[in-house]
């Protein structure tokens, strides 16, 4: 059973509930967590999840980069053997026989051997047969890397640049809007939202977390946007709350999504937060797609960002208590 | 908590409620939505999910074309520096030469090098170098691509072409078949369906979900076909309906199914819809096996859409309003 | 909402309720089901699932007379062309010929190119290249196989031979006992049971399936043995029956039980049943395991088979009606 | 639904609840179990398990030997053949011929061919298409292998080396507290805790399970520590016991941790568990993070073991009977 729900004054959320300096924020704008942590093992799977996360140019230039540098490696151990262990004789300049080293390691770390250079010593030999096993091993690294970054899913959301205010069913409600930027096809997603306070008590300040109920938390298709929606009732921590006593708690909007991935098959999941600097009040979203004349939705996912404001509203004695139209 | 039972006239959906023009359908008969995306991010990814989607002759011939065209633009370069770079000596003839380059190309990006041809200038040596890098690299890219296609779970289900209205228990009842089209094992099968309402308000037009309550919505095995049936009692939403009444609303049935394949050992996904269209009133499902004499089961998948009409029964009173034998 | 429990008299558990012939058992002891299927799509996918099951001797083999197969028919054809084509002059024999391109062919399907023997013309040339990338969409093609066969979690249950009904607090119970044969780690097992009875109803047979409620139906460890008691209480389909009234029923058990296996990370599955041959009446499981004397627990896996016959017991009042010991 | 909370005297925990030898505990420090088994099926499964398992350097260290063996094997095999069979005339040395067939042998391995020796007799060529399809099968494992260790989420939970009786909420609490050990971010992390008690009845000792309620089960994000708290009220199994008491039925905790790993895109599991000894009576974890002025949280992982005793208590009245402050 989840118990999430409302707790207070521990500091099992994972977060710290004393804030005595100011903590920017919980969660970066890219989902990370702003932490530092010492002690940590390092470890080659680090380099590996490097290796997952790099750009594709850079991937591709890690791995150019490395290809070069054991050749060159090779290479030189070739050459320090000299010419005599070689097919090939010594063309008499030092710079052309180190590069036919050279080149002679690329065609065995790739295991190309056009045969025009060939160990013919011992010592040439067993470096050669080292060559080609890290030529083996380094083909099979570098597929088991490609694969799994293939297989990893990429799916962003994007979610709308306010949380905002708005009025819902005689009430007031809190909301925010995201879309799917990636092609793939997404269903079955799944939100949680907290808020984070930071109150003061005795002089000290605390952190205190709560769950938002939605009032959907589950939806079985995703093809455009959802706007979620924390509707402000009795049960509300922020029922009655004024903007001011609001921003004197600088809270934060701590969101977690989980979807599943058609393409990929696999579960994705996003981490999002807002400050209070991104809250609007009294504003509601604006439909962010229309209906083409053949039949089909039509959506721009930039204008999941797009809200209209409502004319001036008095807040004054606090959040749902005056009804609205 | 799942919260979605009963929604409506929120566009949390996912889907839109306005309905000026008349959609066609909100899922396609392959299951894909019915959207065009603006602003969407293009990436390598999409690339390789369409080499994952596309069908296997379809998948080796592009391959083959980008083996083939990598080699003549390498043959290409080394065409363009001249035969002085190579072992071999100019045939004299421009395309003879030209093949042998190409040839060479494809002897050193698929790693094999026969030597008969070899490069011995710094240049042609230089860029033998990039093209194993190539080969190697394209040769990572394909076994991960082959992998990614072996290990996604192909399970397709068929679902009858109609969907029923067929007395059950003394009311009426929603009734739609499917069946593993696939050898492949499935079990543990979990159905959620919705129903989508086309209604008019002030003159416009709205859409409303409602989730329909399935009689079973869970099954442990899944050998044959399974009927899934919306009981029509007071809780339903179709409750007293009239054909008329329905056909008015163009209801739009929207279906997911969820199941575990043992071969696979991963869930699988299926979204399918039925438009008004697909309605058959007063008919029920043939059974889509037999026992045979030896004590196995026998389906032909085809059968699932059989379906023998009933007697003419007079619906003008509503949906389960007047008792069934 | 799971609704398997206590339904009946439809056919939406995915097997038959008719049953005019009587069909040997829906669980075949290999976990697979009884059933025939026609009208299935048969697709390369299928070849895969083949590749995966089979045992490791034979994916050796079919993988070795595939590279022999494809090399003999390059060979055949490049032994078509004539030698001249070829570096090597002919030999003067035919089969001598015949073979050095059968070996031309494995050199350069195999990417392997010693070089000694190497293509001079247009048509070997262009031919050697589709044999180069034969070669390389097999190798890839071969790697995702044998990555494919690793991934999956061979974790197989050993389930006893029999099926007790065994005197628990008082009254009876139906027990079976598994234990996991593998060295793999098994924890989270989670048990689903059904009873499938046959019963005439007007002269005809119909199938009925019913939920069996467990004692206990998920633990969190799983180094040992479990048994899975079902006790029969008055909630129990099985509530006063008598071994002649059971027996008439000819009860099918069907079980499904789910565990995750912390070597491979993934969920397993197992499905298995028990015919009432399998029944014994008033006996206890043995215990299975004990305690070494420097700490550790010792089970011997055939052990999971064990019971020991109870004192005679009249049951002709009907299960769970005479007070047990 | 899960029926674990409370059971007791069953053996379908998985352990045993004979206890006549002492068995030192149910789970090792390492999270495996105190168990040998015997009669279970050896497999090459196992051997890829190992595989998984060992450290990268003895992994590259065991593909080397494999490496070195095979070739030694293929060219001695080559040797007994006689030099006459390939293009190289003998050196008239054995040594120096043996080891020509060496290095022939790796060159046909690795698919190298470099072709200053190659195979001219049919026996010599048969021997080396068997050599390069052995070559490309182990690369095609060599591949497999090294993505499957890739793919494993190697994430290590770090747990304080003690279990403390803290004061909480004017209550006893049990109470430890882990860290996660690697760089990779886990969320939506599941804790299950139970107690075994080893008691005696009759003369004879029995094993007793009782699960555990935590204060929260489950947080959405684990960037930091998570301390988890078993608070002691009337419904715990601990409720009024005195340390006497409890030591008596030397209480062996026993830990399972389920957590998203988002690098992975895996759940990940670890099992713990706290014997008698680890118990540290009236003590409170210290905080292990502090906020830096940037505001960044600071965390050193080893500070999770860190806590304060307490002012001496008397705890003779059984836990939470006397009110704390």
Known sequence: MNREQGYKGTDSTGFSRDADVHAQSYINKDGSFNVYKKGQVKLLKDLYQYMLMVGPM????????????????????????????????????????????????????????????????????????????????????????????????????????????????????????????????????????MVAFTESKDGKLFREFHRLQLQMDNIMFFPLTWTTVHLIDEKSIFYGMTPEEIEAKSPEILIRVRAFSEQFNQHIHANFSYSYDEWIWNAKFEKAFELLPEGKFFIDIHDVHNYVTLPKFDYSEGLSRRARS
């Open 58 to 193: 850079r991937f591709l230039g890690i791995i150019l980069i490395y290809f070069l540098c054991v050749n060159f490696m090779y290479g030189t151990a070739y050459y320090m053997m000299g010419m005599d262990n070689f097919t090939i004789p010594s063309t008499g300049e030092e710079m052309s026989d180190f590069f036919n080293c050279v080149f002679f390691s690329f065609q065995t770390f790739s295991t190309l051997g056009y045969g025009h250079i060939s160990p013919i010593t011992m010592i040439a030999n067993v470096v050669s047969v080292f060559e080609m096993f890290t030529g083996m091993v380094s083909l099979a690294l570098l597929a088991g890397l490609v694969y799994a970054r293939f297989s990893r899913p990429n799916t962003r959301l994007l979610f709308s640049n306010n949380f905002l205010v708005t009025p819902h069913r005689g009430k007031d409600s809190l909301q925010f809007r995201f879309v799917n930027k990636r092609k793939t096809v997404l269903n079955d997603v799944h939100v949680r939202v």
